[in-house]
């Protein structure tokens, strides 16, 4: 027998428009929900993306004696936050969408109808949706038309969501019960939260709000409840004759996972990332706190140790009687080991976090492309699982735009292209590109040079610099080519010289003088 969710069985009751769903079976899904494991690890995730660690919470204050907490005043507490897991999804976001995906369709026109949609809010929506599912595991994007009858697109917040799939395969999306807190009144004026709660199914939305006693009723102040997905109007001068409910016939949210397993970035590396954090705390307590002396004390008569310990604690001074006595021994901090400590966890987290360490001294100097790419390897990996998601995620939106501009559309015929931002090496670029001078065409190598922005402009303007150019060579054979070439050599030599590549530019400078000898020969 097939497992039922709760609220599938709440869905279940929908007949004919009219919602049959209990106050309580809606609480009780609810209360659920928000006390889930996912939602607190989702939580987790945007809270450590906002720098909300848990070393926030704790106080290094405290100590125990035979199970006794005691509070030491005195003592510093210094709670240090450390950004790891905001640097690596900075890191992943960055590197996929520094620059919008180039999306192409088969066909101009089909091209030039979906050209509206691709401007900054669509890629301000992409990176959001990956800020989301990076920190969450997964994230989700709505689909709405506005009261202008405009389409839009935003992002709904995971930790607001609880989906419900078929019951075969769990890829296809049969309700969505969102819920989350607005501003009401009691019944003393008394502004306070309240839980309001929207049921979406593949043509509908019902609309509940919690009231006084904690029950859910159908919110009386929406206008239509049920209300359809959008309503087309039609218009006759400024008047609205009429008005007809639409649905999208699905859902219309539609979830952009941070991978398979739908885990978050923070998952693998919070362990190491709060050990850090207490290490750099405490250590950071220990300098403020540091004494120079450690006392040692004989033939103590207190009655036992817990007085002892607190005069310690909380003065560093200590009382003894008789021929009792006390002396000092200099204190020492084991800098160097918590150092190595310090280090292997920060190894650990990039390596498992899967990022890059721009604070590693490998990174310093001049490294070639092969070094550079073995070390965006392990972010390469991670991006790769999220593009895979993005283009699926792409295209669920660019379905419903189709749809509602009645655009012929097919996945088949479209082609999505992420262009990766990565650190360089320029010279070796650079000087790649020169050495297929005469192998590949002009605008080939315009492409792969990284000074190049745009090819067609670059293109144009190296026809302006050359226009004029005393051709050498009537027969037109390749000696005519070559002033042409000292020119383009000579600009590339000026912007090497410009960036301070003293070597690039001497060599640069060996070739001119080599195609010169040519010319003269």
């Known amino acids: 027998m097939a497992y039922i969710t709760a609220t599938e069985q709440m869905i279940q009751k929908v007949t004919l428009g009219r919602i049959l769903a209990e106050s309580k079976l809606i609480k009780g899904i609810v209360t659920r929900d928000r006390g889930s494991v996912e939602k607190k690890e989702m939580q987790e995730g945007i809270n450590y993306y906002e720098g909300k660690h848990e070393v926030l919470n704790k106080d290094f204050r405290v100590y125990h004696i035979k199970g006794k907490e005691l509070v030491n005043v005195n003592k510093a507490?210094?709670?240090?936050?450390?950004?790891?897991?905001?640097?690596?999804?900075?890191?992943?976001?960055?590197?996929?969408?520094?620059?919008?995906?180039?999306?192409?369709?088969?066909?101009?026109?089909?091209?030039?109808?979906?050209?509206?949609?691709?401007?900054?809010?669509?890629?301000?929506?992409?990176?959001?949706?990956?800020?989301?599912?990076?920190?969450q595991g997964i994230e989700w994007g709505h689909v709405y038309v506005n009261e202008k009858g405009e389409f839009e697109f935003t992002i709904i917040p995971a930790t607001q969501i609880i989906p419900d799939y078929d019951d075969n395969y769990k890829t296809k999306v049969l309700s969505i019960m969102r819920y989350y807190y607005v501003d009401a009144q009691d019944e003393k004026g008394n502004l306070v939260q309240r839980t309001k709660i929207e049921i979406w199914n593949e043509k509908e939305v019902w609309f509940y709000i919690e009231n006084e006693k904690g029950e859910f009723i159908l919110d009386g102040k929406e206008p239509e409840n049920p209300r359809p997905h959008w309503r087309e109007?039609?218009?006759?001068?400024?008047?609205?004759?009429?008005?007809?409910?639409?649905?999208?016939?699905?859902?219309?949210?539609?979830?952009l996972m941070n991978n398979d397993k739908k885990i978050s970035d923070l998952k693998r590396i919070k362990t190491l990332i709060d050990l850090y954090d207490v290490i750099i705390s405490n250590f950071g307590n220990d300098i403020e706190d540091r004494r120079e002396m450690v006392i040692v004390i004989k033939n103590y008569s207190g009655q036992d140790n817990e007085e002892l310990v607190q005069m310690l604690k909380e003065s560093g001074v200590i009382k003894?009687?008789?021929?009792?006595?006390?002396?000092?021994?200099?204190?020492?901090?084991?800098?160097?080991?918590?150092?190595?400590?310090?280090?292997?966890?920060?190894?650990?987290?990039?390596?498992?976090?899967?990022?890059?360490?721009?604070?590693?001294?490998?990174?310093?100097?001049?490294?070639?492309?092969?070094?550079?790419?073995?070390?965006?390897?392990?972010?390469?990996?991670?991006?790769?699982?999220m593009i895979k998601n993005l283009k699926k995620y792409i295209l669920e939106l660019l379905g419903f735009f189709a749809e509602y501009n009645s655009i012929d559309f097919s996945p088949q015929e479209v082609q999505i292209t992420f262009t990766k931002s990565m650190i360089v090496n320029e010279t070796e670029i650079i000087g790649n590109v020169q050495s297929s001078t005469g192998i590949i065409s002009k605008r080939t190598q315009l492409q792969r040079h990284p000074w190049v922005d745009y090819v067609d402009a670059e293109l144009e303007q190296i026809e302006k610099e050359t226009e004029g150019v005393v051709d050498l060579n009537d027969d037109g054979g390749e000696l005519g080519k070559l002033p042409l070439a000292i020119q383009q050599l000579s600009l590339s030599m000026q912007r090497a010289s410009d960036v301070g590549d003293n070597a690039l530019a001497n060599k640069i400078k060996l070739r001119i003088d080599e195609i010169l000898k040519e010319i003269k020969q």
């Not at 091209?111 to 599912?133: I, V, Y």
């Not at 200099?330 to 390596?351: C, G, H, Q, S």
Request: aromatic letters at 12%; charged letters at 25%.
């Open 77 to 135: 507490n210094n709670r240090v936050v450390n950004a790891f897991h905001t640097d690596l999804v900075d890191q992943k976001k960055d590197y996929i969408l520094s620059s919008s995906p180039t999306i192409t369709f088969k066909g101009e026109e089909t091209q030039k109808k979906f050209s509206e949609l691709f401007n900054d809010k669509f890629l301000d929506f992409l990176e959001g949706s990956c800020l989301g599912a990076s920190n």
């Open 233 to 255: 109007n039609f218009v006759q001068g400024d008047k609205v004759e009429n008005s007809e409910g639409k649905g999208w016939g699905r859902v219309p949210f539609f979830p």
């Open 320 to 385: 003894v009687s008789g021929d009792g006595g006390a002396e000092s021994l200099e204190l020492t901090i084991p800098v160097d080991a918590k150092n190595t400590l310090l280090k292997l966890i920060e190894k650990n987290i990039y390596r498992f976090g899967r990022g890059f360490n721009l604070s590693d001294e490998n990174f310093a100097g001049e490294i070639t492309g092969i070094a550079l790419s073995y070390k965006y390897a392990g972010l390469d990996l991670k991006a790769n699982a």
